[in-house]
């Protein structure tokens, strides 16, 4: 399944969707006109692409490379540079939203639609969109948000459901009643279930601490990426989550080549199955990863069992 805008597999690799998010939020130091991550601004200044996109290349994923040009071009609108790059950027062809063989990233029905509005109503940026596209999309959107958040109550819609309203916040605008839901999916690191997009605009709308710590941790030593100086952006994945860790342990253990890395698996099989033990979110509350932690632990002679 696709993510929101420009992930795959490679963790190494940087999301110019979340870095365009992550960009777009303001110093909470009484500066809310300066950005917290000026890194995020520069990267995005560094990596347009030569037919004025971002993120993954658009002959490959032609939406997720539209929503993640468009989120870079608010993120440089929003702090008033890079005009140049912005006018190259609003340049390109949108004639894939027409394409119904284009798998839509997730939400994209949602967050685009709120990404336009956006450019219009806070930048006065006009955008070369088919309004015969745009207009029903508005309107789609517009309905199911009202028939989700008037017509029934959080606690009646299953989790999942309030989970996804979450997942995708940076397309829900400042609805109280949303943040009071989305809330209640906060990590214990800070992070609306580990999405940088969603945990920016948490921040944007609420201001709020545990939204900025998650953001500044991304940028940690351990995991961020600095491909000049000046510049950081946010990884598609972080090395240090359990998803991450198992599918990196599980792809070298089908390799055969394990000999090569004891330790470092012994390492991290061991933390592994100490947040196995303690109930850690990141394991519990998603399936697969639980699922994989399960199977590769046990596999390993870790003492693991179900429902334990």
């Known amino acids: 399944m696709f993510e929101k805008g420009d992930h795959h597999h490679d963790h190494a690799s940087a999301s110019a969707y979340d870095t365009a998010w992550v960009a777009m939020v303001p110093s909470p ?97 006009s955008l070369p969109l088919d309004a015969g596209v745009v207009d029903p999309m508005l309107r789609k959107r517009d309905d199911w948000l009202r028939m989700m958040m008037t017509t029934s109550s959080s606690s009646s819609r299953s989790k999942g459901h309030n989970a996804y309203l979450a997942y995708i916040s940076e397309g829900m605008g400042n609805s109280r009643r949303h943040w009071q839901t989305a809330l209640s999916f906060r990590r214990s690191n800070g992070s609306i279930l580990n999405s940088p997009s969603a945990t920016a605009a948490a921040f944007i709308h609420l201001r709020d601490s545990n939204s900025l710590d998650y953001l500044a941790s991304i940028f940690d030593d351990d995991h961020l990426l600095l491909p000049a100086a000046g510049v950081a952006a946010v990884p598609t994945s972080y090395p240090h989550q359990v998803q991450t860790r198992l599918s990196l342990i599980d792809g070298i253990q089908n390799l055969g080549i394990q000999h090569h890395f004891r330790d470092q698996i012994k390492r991290g099989l061991d933390e592994i199955h100490t947040c196995w033990v303690q109930g850690d979110e990141d394991i519990f509350l998603d399936p697969t990863t639980c699922a994989m932690a399960f199977r590769i632990l046990r596999l390993n002679g870790y003492p693991v069992f179900p429902g334990n």
Not at 91 to 116: E, K, T, Y
């Open 29 to 125: 130091n009484n500066k809310p006109s300066s950005p917290q991550f000026p890194g995020c601004l520069n990267w995005i200044l560094h990596n347009q692409h030569k037919d004025g996109s971002w993120g993954i290349h658009p002959n490959l994923l032609r939406k997720d490379a539209l929503s993640s040009t468009l989120a870079c071009v608010l993120a440089l609108k929003r702090w008033g540079i890079g005009n140049q790059h912005v006018h190259n950027g609003t340049s390109r062809s949108s004639g894939c939203l027409r394409d119904s063989r284009q798998q839509n990233p997730v939400g994209f029905d949602v967050i685009f639609p709120a990404m336009v509005e956006a450019a219009a109503v806070d930048f006065d940026l």
